[in-house]
């Protein structure tokens, strides 16, 4: 797909130092702060591309280089049969997922399919090195999608617990290689595996939140529902771990005051957690910008006992300038939680009146949105954007034939820097 390189600049949100993307920069070369650098567009009022583009009909605001094959995109609808559950008159669906009916193609069935075809976007032909996710599932199954579909080499680290997320509709190209950490240990060693590979020669991190285009792939969603909507919205609701995609939401919010066919008014960020794991949810009510203490093994214990599982991030770029607690305090915006019960009765709630099934994630959001409407803290007719970040997963696995990654190789726990270098390096 033929595609004109998007026009942009890096700015740091600390200092103010303006750069190029030469070299793919994560961070602030001049000040070494802990704030997110931000993509400038030249461009300044959006034209959306035809559907056909997938992800890339955004790519005037997305920082990259070419056009990979195989994306979707969210796409925006007004909800009929679960606004009237709630009484709502203005509640708009964004959804990310498999939903051909209402053109949602994403074959992973989440948003971060998103973020996989931006962040791999902003690489061109220039980029050799091999890119390093580190990854509880979703993010990995979106990222070995668009790498074994464009041929470009990846390689995963992952819980072997987590191994059963890896399903596909088709087997994959060998480019892309899974290592996977051992039964009984979580995302935080994977992403401690992901950090010894990428000290090697030849690989590179992919950056998390850091990164300029997972971000703004993520911001995706609220162009899609400004778009549709013909406005911005003004309550937004997602459920977070990371809250990445709440922080590419309120960027995305800027870019569309200053295009001004969108109207001028802020976006509440409304996110949600899922309880007992509440780590944001905590910080955020504590009226603190440091993220409250968390005790591993508890936080551990916390993780398993919830459905959401996406959403027991307990490093989430929280603090940091222009990270999630700028964004909350800009947009006036609150944190919720919700039960496995709420969650669970939402998710089957969502399925009757709109006609898909949804991830578990999503419907912790949509639980917090039904909680919201009972407080009355969002009105009858409030602009609402409801974020569904992951569905039609069950109707994809049933509709194909699933193919499961297998790992290359399992460490054990806590493998020495040679014993890496070794397995990795051959
Ligand atoms: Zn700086």
């Not at 971060?112 to 050799?128: N, Q």
Request: glycine share 10%; with cysteine; hydrophobic share 40%.
């Amino acid at each position: 797909m033929d595609l004109k390189r998007t026009e942009y600049r890096v700015a740091c949100l600390c200092c103010g130092h303006e750069m190029g993307d030469e070299g793919y920069p994560l961070g602030c070369p001049e000040c070494g702060k802990p704030g997110l650098i931000r993509a400038d567009y030249a461009k300044k009022q959006i034209e959306f591309g035809p559907a056909d583009m997938g992800l890339y009909r955004f790519a005037d605001w997305l920082p990259v280089k070419r056009a990979l094959v195989g994306s979707g995109a969210p796409v925006t609808y007004k909800s009929e049969g679960f606004a009237a559950e709630l009484g709502l008159t203005d509640l708009w669906i964004t959804f990310n997922g498999w939903w051909p009916e209402k053109g949602a193609h994403m074959k992973t069935g989440a948003f971060k399919e998103c973020e996989a075809y931006s962040v791999c976007g902003r690489m061109g032909e220039d980029f050799t090195d091999t890119l390093v996710v580190a990854s509880a599932g979703n993010t990995a199954r979106a990222f070995a999608r668009v790498c074994s579909d464009n041929n470009i080499p990846l390689v995963l680290c992952v819980p072997e617990e987590n191994i059963d997320a890896l399903w596909f509709d088709t087997k994959l190209n060998d480019c892309v290689k899974l290592y996977c950490t051992p039964s009984g240990t979580d995302y935080f060693d994977a992403i401690s595996l992901s950090n010894q590979i990428c000290s090697l020669e030849g690989f590179s991190p992919e950056g998390g939140a850091k990164n300029i285009a997972r971000r703004d792939g993520m911001a995706t969603t609220v162009l899609s529902a400004a778009e549709a909507m013909g406005a911005i919205p003004e309550y937004y609701f997602q459920a977070v771990g990371s809250g990445t995609g709440a922080i590419a939401a309120w960027e995305a919010v800027k870019r569309l005051q200053k295009d001004g066919r969108f109207g001028s008014n802020g976006m509440k960020l409304m996110v949600s957690q899922n309880k007992p794991f509440t780590l944001i949810y905590d910080s955020w009510k504590a009226g603190s910008r440091d993220l409250v203490a968390l005790d591993d093994d508890e936080a551990r214990k916390q993780a398993e006992a919830v459905i959401g599982k996406v959403l027991t991030n307990r490093k989430p770029p929280y603090s940091l300038t222009g990270g999630l607690f700028d964004a909350l305090t800009d947009t006036k915006g609150d944190v919720l939680a919700v039960t496995n019960e709420e969650a669970s009765q939402a998710g089957e709630l969502f399925k009757e009146s709109e006609g898909n099934d949804i991830s578990p994630a999503a419907a912790v959001a949509v639980a917090s949105l039904i909680q919201a409407v009972e407080e009355g803290s969002v009105p009858k007719d409030g602009r609402i954007m409801l974020n569904i970040t992951g569905g039609g997963m069950e109707r994809f696995m049933n509709e194909h034939n699933m193919h499961f990654l297998q790992p290359v190789h399992i460490f054990g726990k806590n493998p020495s820097d040679d014993e890496v270098k070794k397995v990795i390096l051959g």
